[in-house]
């Protein structure tokens, strides 16, 4: 069945950084875009970034856009988002998400997506 494993979560200082990763099988991984989203607590799961099938395009929210980068191995079948800079309102369990196989265009919406990690926990001390 299909998998993805999100690590690489923790506790960071703010201005800091940490990269998370997350880990698919089960499915043809080039095929889908994939996508990060979060959750804190008292707020609404939110989008973070996402990337196309082909990593040739990416987008993010507002919120991170500049500080955050989405990439992708397919040779590893792994995705990764490099989170440079974190600020306390990131603080958040961070879900990765596959979907939308071979769109164009990278999905910004929680429905597009299948298939979602069990998340791994960012905590940003100040």
């Known amino acids: 069945q299909v998998q993805l494993v999100e690590s690489g979560g923790g506790l960071v200082q703010a201005g800091g950084s940490l990269r998370l990763s997350c880990a698919a099988s089960?499915?043809?991984?080039?095929?889908?875009?994939m996508g990060w989203f979060r959750h804190a607590p008292g707020k609404e799961r939110e989008f973070v970034a996402a990337t196309t099938w082909s990593g040739g395009s990416t987008d993010y929210a507002d919120s991170v856009k500049g500080r955050f980068t989405i990439s992708r191995d397919n040779s590893k079948s792994t995705v990764y988002l490099q989170m440079n800079s974190p600020k306390p309102e990131d603080t958040a369990v961070y879900y990765c998400?596959?979907?939308?196989?071979?769109?164009?265009?990278?999905?910004?919406?929680?429905?597009?997506?299948?298939?979602w990690g069990q998340g791994t926990q960012v905590t940003v001390s100040s």
């Open positions: 089960g499915l043809t991984f080039s095929s889908y875009s």
């Open positions: 998400a596959a979907g939308s196989p071979r769109s164009p265009v990278p999905p910004t919406i929680a429905t597009r997506y299948y298939y």
